[in-house]
C-alpha cells in the first residue's frame, strides 16, 4: 500500500469522525438527552426549535428519552473507535502528516461542534456574565455573584448564580475586551457562547502547534501521532470546541511554560505557569514542582534565578489581582466556593454514597428501656456528616500525593512532564470533589509528552463521557473512573517498588 493511500484511509476515517460530531450536533436538538442548557441562539419556544419539535423523528425519539440516550451513547462509541483507529493506523504506519493538513481536519471535526444547539455545560454563560460584572456594572466579579444583577439578560442560563468568580484575574481581564466585542455585536446570548467558544477552540489550536514544536524537538519521531493522540480526542473537541471551557487556555499556557522549560528559558516558563494559574488556580500546584526542577537541573546561580523566577511569579499575581482587589475577600471564594466544597461525580462522592448507604438510617440514640423515647439521628444528618469525613480525608490522601511527588527528585524534563501529570491525576481522583469531565483534558493534553504514552489515560478521557449520560446506568461512576483509576493504581505500585528497591540497595550498602 502506497504512502498515498495510507493518507487517504486516515481521511476517510476523519470524514466518518465528522459524520459522528454531525450526528450529535443532531442528537442534542432533543430535549431529555442532556439538561438542557442552550447556545443562545436555538432557545426553546423559538421558531427553529419548534420546527425541530415538530419533525416526526424527534418527535418519536422526545418521547423515548432512553433510545435518545442510547444513542447519544452509541455516538460517543462510535467517535472513539474512529478516534482509536487513526491514531493506531498513523502510529503503525508512522505518516507524517503536514501542520496544514493536521489543521484542517481539525477545524473539520470542530466545525459541527461550534453551533450545537445544546451545551454539555452552562460554564460559558458564568464566563460571559465575569466579563459584564466589572464592564458593563462596575461590580467585582470576585466579591459580587451575578445573583446581584437580577435584570441582566444572561442570569437565566446561570447555573451557580450566588456564586463569585472562581476563575483567576487572567482570565477576567481577558473576558473584558471578549465583552466589549459582544456587546459591539449586539450583545445577545448567542454572540458570547460564541465568541467564548472561538476563545477555546483559538487557544485547542494553538496547543497542537506547542505540542508538535516541543515533540520535534525533543521526539521527532512522535511529531505527528503524537499531536493527534491529543488533537482529535473526543473528549478534548466536545469540551474545548463545543462547551468552550477555558480549561483550554490554561492547558496551553503549560504547554507553552513546558516549551519554554524544555529550551531552559526558566523565569519565562515559570511566569507561563503563574498566568495558567490565575486562568484555573489548580494549575498553581505545577510551580513549585517546577522550581523543584530547576534548582535540581541548574547548576550555576540557583539560588539567584530561584528568587527571580519567584520575584517574577508574584509580581504577576500582585499585577493582575490590583484592579480588583477588595482585602481578604477577594480570596475568600477560594476557599467557600459550592463547586470546591460540595461532592458531584467524583470518586469521593462515590464513596461518601457507598457509606451513606450503610450507615445513614435513622438509628436510636437510647435505649427504649430508660424510661425515655429514643432519640434518632436524621438520615440527612449523617449523610452531611459522612460527606464531611469523606471531604476531609479526600484532601488528606492528595495532599500526601503532593508532597511525595515533591520529594521524588525531578532531575529531567522527561520527568518534568510525567510528574505533572501524575500531579493532575492525583489532583482528578483525590481533590476533585465536584468533578467534571473536561478537567481529565489536562491529562490528555500532557500524554503525548510522556516517555510512554499511558493507553490508560486516553481510554479514561472516553469512558468519562459516561457523566454525559442520563440513562440510569448502574454502575457508571465506576465505569468512568475504572481507566485512571487503573492508571493511579499502577503508579503507586511503582513506586512503593522504586522504594522498597532503594531501601534494600542502602540496606546492603551499609
Not at 197 to 215: E, M, P
Not at 457 to 469: A, D, P, Q, R, V
Request: net charge positive; aromatic share 10%; with cysteine.
Amino acid at each position: 500500500m502506497t504512502v498515498r493511500q495510507k493518507k487517504l484511509i486516515v481521511l476517510v476515517l476523519v470524514l466518518l469522525q465528522c459524520v459522528g460530531y454531525a450526528g450529535l450536533w443532531a442528537l442534542l436538538h432533543l430535549p431529555d438527552v442532556l439538561p438542557p442548557v442552550d447556545n443562545g441562539w436555538f432557545t426553546p419556544g423559538s421558531a427553529y426549535m419548534d420546527s425541530v419539535d415538530r419533525l416526526p423523528l424527534v418527535a418519536m425519539l422526545a418521547a423515548k428519552p432512553w433510545t435518545a440516550g442510547g444513542l447519544l451513547l452509541l455516538d460517543f462509541a462510535l467517535l472513539c473507535s474512529l478516534y482509536t483507529l487513526s491514531i493506531g493506523l498513523v502510529y503503525r504506519w508512522a505518516l507524517a502528516i503536514s501542520q496544514r493538513a493536521l489543521l484542517s481536519y481539525t477545524v473539520c471535526l470542530a466545525l459541527p461542534l461550534l453551533f450545537l444547539p445544546h451545551l454539555f455545560s452552562s460554564d460559558v454563560y458564568s464566563y460571559a456574565m465575569f466579563g459584564r460584572i466589572p464592564l458593563l456594572y462596575g461590580g467585582n466579579p470576585f466579591t459580587d455573584p451575578p445573583a446581584r444583577f437580577a435584570t441582566d439578560q444572561l442570569l437565566p442560563h446561570i447555573y451557580w448564580k450566588t456564586t463569585a468568580s472562581v476563575y483567576g484575574p487572567a482570565w477576567i481581564i481577558l473576558s473584558l475586551p471578549i465583552t466589549a466585542l459582544a456587546q459591539v455585536l449586539g450583545g445577545g446570548a448567542g454572540i458570547y457562547v460564541l465568541l467564548y467558544k472561538l476563545v477555546g477552540f483559538g487557544s485547542y489550536l494553538a496547543s497542537l502547534t506547542v505540542i508538535r514544536r516541543l515533540l520535534t524537538d525533543w521526539m521527532p519521531q512522535r511529531a505527528t501521532w503524537g499531536v493527534l493522540m491529543y488533537a482529535w480526542h473526543p473528549l478534548v473537541l466536545i469540551e474545548f470546541t463545543g462547551s468552550g471551557h477555558n480549561d483550554s487556555l490554561m492547558v496551553l499556557l503549560i504547554l507553552l511554560a513546558l516549551l519554554f522549560a524544555h529550551r531552559q528559558w526558566h523565569i519565562v516558563a515559570v511566569g507561563l505557569l503563574v498566568l495558567a494559574g490565575l486562568v484555573k488556580p489548580v494549575a498553581l500546584a505545577l510551580v513549585p514542582l517546577y522550581l523543584l526542577y530547576t534548582l535540581r537541573t541548574t547548576t550555576k546561580g540557583r539560588i539567584a534565578l530561584l528568587a527571580k523566577q519567584i520575584a517574577v511569579g508574584c509580581a504577576i499575581v500582585i499585577a493582575l489581582y490590583a484592579p480588583f482587589w477588595s482585602g481578604p475577600a477577594t480570596l475568600a471564594i477560594l476557599q467557600t466556593a459550592p463547586p470546591l466544597t460540595l461532592l458531584h461525580d467524583s470518586p469521593a462522592d462515590w464513596v461518601a454514597a457507598q457509606l451513606t448507604s450503610k450507615a445513614c438510617i435513622p438509628v436510636s440514640r437510647a435505649s427504649p428501656n430508660d424510661g425515655r423515647e429514643p432519640r434518632t439521628v436524621p438520615a440527612l444528618t449523617c449523610a452531611d456528616d459522612i460527606q464531611a469525613q469523606v471531604r476531609i480525608a479526600s484532601l488528606a490522601l492528595f495532599m500526601l500525593a503532593f508532597v511525595g511527588l515533591l520529594l521524588w527528585p525531578v532531575a529531567s524534563f522527561n520527568q518534568l512532564s510525567e510528574r505533572s501529570a501524575q500531579l493532575f491525576l492525583a489532583y482528578v481522583l483525590l481533590a476533585a470533589l465536584h468533578f467534571e469531565p473536561w478537567y481529565i483534558t489536562w491529562l490528555l493534553a500532557l500524554t503525548p509528552l510522556l516517555r510512554r504514552p499511558q493507553i490508560m489515560l486516553l481510554l479514561g478521557g472516553c469512558t468519562i463521557l459516561l457523566l454525559y449520560s442520563t440513562l440510569p446506568v448502574g454502575g457508571r461512576l465506576l465505569l468512568a473512573y475504572a481507566p485512571i483509576g487503573v492508571e493511579l493504581l499502577r503508579l503507586t505500585l511503582r513506586r512503593i517498588s522504586i522504594l522498597s528497591a532503594s531501601r534494600r540497595l542502602r540496606t546492603r550498602v551499609g
